[in-house]
């Protein structure tokens, strides 16, 4: 139980051009889903905190025009990577809150690796 | 705001070893949890253990343990006979109850067990 699937999982893109990734829930109902952006060697800095059916909430520093998030279902969150730049080049993870029971915990999805040429 | 710390930026250990990765936290909050999440090389973030603040007793799962000490704010990671797929990132991870669950995660300790 709580897996959490993404997609895609490697993507490269030119500069200016969009990409959507897609972070599903697939054996339970995620109302909160949580993206995240990874560095080399570094820490997981979390980005914004997608709510179902309402505007996701975004971290300071991280430009809501640049990532769009949409929850538009209970299993279903996407991160749309917009006019993507190299500097975007990135490793970026969603995770979802546990079902019912289990909401205090964060699954992760495996990540997708974003190369912007 | 909550900080964590991983103290230790890369750590080894002997197959078969036991080794203990530390974390501090600071914070106000008396409720709240705390997790021990592992990044193995294929950087899917894993789950590993879990604990509530409000419970003196410490979790285990299987050949993982924490030392918790809620006054110092300290929540270790013992990993029992160590084996080869545990080498990963470690990271610790806070969470304040009731608020979100926002994850506030410490830089990382990089676990090498060797053979």
């Known amino acids: 139980g709580a897996v959490v699937s993404q997609h895609p999982s490697r993507v490269i893109c030119k500069s200016g051009t969009s990409v959507k990734i897609e972070c599903r829930s697939l054996?339970?109902?995620?109302?909160?889903m949580f993206w995240y952006r990874q560095f080399p060697k570094q820490s997981l800095m979390l980005m914004a905190t997608s709510n179902e059916g309402s505007k996701a909430t975004y971290e300071q520093g991280v430009e809501k025009d640049k990532f769009l998030i949409n929850h538009a279902s209970l299993t279903l969150s996407t991160l749309t990577v917009t006019s993507a730049h190299p500097e975007d080049s990135s490793f970026y993870i969603c995770?979802?809150?546990?079902?019912?029971?289990?909401?205090?915990?964060?699954?992760f999805g495996p990540g997708t690796r974003l190369l912007v040429l | 705001a909550q900080t964590v710390t991983q103290s230790q930026p890369e750590m080894s250990v002997q197959e078969a070893e036991t080794v203990t990765l530390s974390c501090t936290y600071d914070t106000s909050e008396s409720n709240y949890y705390l997790f021990w999440y592992k990044q193995p090389p294929s950087r899917q973030m894993i789950l590993v253990i879990r604990q509530e603040a409000y419970k003196q007793q410490n979790a285990t799962e299987n050949r993982f343990s924490v030392n918790f000490q809620k006054a110092a704010k300290s929540f270790s990671l013992k990993i029992s006979d160590s084996q080869l797929g545990d080498t990963a990132m470690y990271f610790c991870?806070?969470?304040?109850?009731?608020?979100?669950?926002?994850?506030?995660f410490g830089g990382g300790t990089r676990l090498m067990v060797k053979p």
């Open positions: 991870a806070f969470m304040k109850r009731n608020a979100g669950n926002m994850l506030t």
């Open positions: 995770s979802a809150r546990g079902g019912i029971r289990d909401q205090e915990t964060q699954y």
């Open positions: 054996d339970f109902q995620a109302t909160t």
